[in-house]
């Protein structure tokens, strides 16, 4: 199986879970914090990347483990980002990832990790982006709207480089909105 189609079964597969832990919310309320699904443009902020379409989010945030106390209880999650259009596809555990409330229903989120894709490592081709390695570092930022304690709305971007570990190292930057729903 080539990593292209290993990339984007895992993605689908990572947002089949997060549909169905929403599902059935009673016995993965116990380590699965939150839920989030949402549309991002693909690498939108780029001169020379690969085509400009939609991409399909889903990620779920456990809850912090208790002996990470000392570190403003960080979530971890993990996630996918599904390319529509033949891009990038992504695959993130993000170990470090912390929500923190800015008052009335306003809050903001980020987080820290690693991810595994399915794009080119190297070459030089028009409008395709070059990773460089299979694994690369991944981060997100994310500002968002609590409408219930459940339901919230966020504004997100992810990024995904192998901070110049590689020899080609084009990053990949993904932008566009989540609904999150919290148990």
Same mark, same amino acid.
């Given at each position: 199986?080539?990593?292209e %189609?290993?990339?984007?079964?895992? *993605?689908?597969?990572?947002?089949?879970?997060?549909?169905?832990?929403?599902?059935f919310?009673?016995?993965?309320?116990?380590?699965?914090?939150?839920?989030?699904?949402?549309?991002?443009?693909h690498?939108?902020f780029?001169?020379?990347?690969?085509?400009?379409h939609?991409? %399909?989010?889903?990620? %779920?945030?456990?809850?912090?483990p208790?002996?990470?106390?000392?570190?403003?209880?960080?979530?971890?999650?993990?996630?996918?980002?599904?390319s529509?259009?033949?891009?990038?596809?992504?695959?993130?555990?993000?170990?470090?990832?912390?929500?923190?409330?800015?008052?009335?229903?306003?809050?903001?989120? &980020?987080?820290?990790?690693?991810?595994?894709?399915?794009?080119?490592l190297?070459?030089?081709?028009?409008?395709?982006?070059?990773?460089g390695?299979? &694994?690369?570092f991944?981060? *997100?930022?994310?500002?968002?709207?609590?409408?219930?304690?459940?339901?919230?709305l966020?504004a997100?971007?992810?990024?995904? *480089?192998?901070?110049?570990?590689c020899?080609?190292?084009?990053?990949?930057t993904?932008?566009?909105?989540?609904?999150g729903y *919290?148990?």
């Amino acid at each position: 199986m080539s990593i292209e %189609i290993f990339g984007r079964r895992l *993605s689908a597969a990572i947002l089949a879970l997060c549909l169905g832990v929403t599902a059935f919310s009673a016995p993965a309320s116990a380590i699965v914090d939150e839920v989030r699904v949402g549309v991002f443009a693909h690498d939108p902020f780029a001169r020379n990347g690969e085509s400009s379409h939609a991409d %399909i989010n889903a990620e %779920i945030v456990f809850e912090s483990p208790s002996f990470m106390s000392w570190a403003f209880n960080p979530r971890p999650r993990l996630g996918g980002t599904l390319s529509g259009d033949g891009g990038t596809s992504l695959v993130y555990l993000d170990l470090l990832g912390w929500t923190f409330d800015l008052g009335g229903n306003f809050f903001i989120d &980020a987080a820290v990790g690693g991810a595994v894709h399915d794009g080119e490592l190297k070459g030089n081709a028009p409008n395709t982006r070059y990773f460089g390695c299979r &694994a690369n570092f991944h981060q *997100s930022a994310s500002i968002g709207y609590r409408f219930t304690p459940q339901l919230s709305l966020m504004a997100s971007v992810e990024h995904m *480089s192998n901070a110049s570990l590689c020899d080609q190292n084009d990053g990949l930057t993904n932008a566009g909105v989540r609904l999150g729903y *919290s148990f």
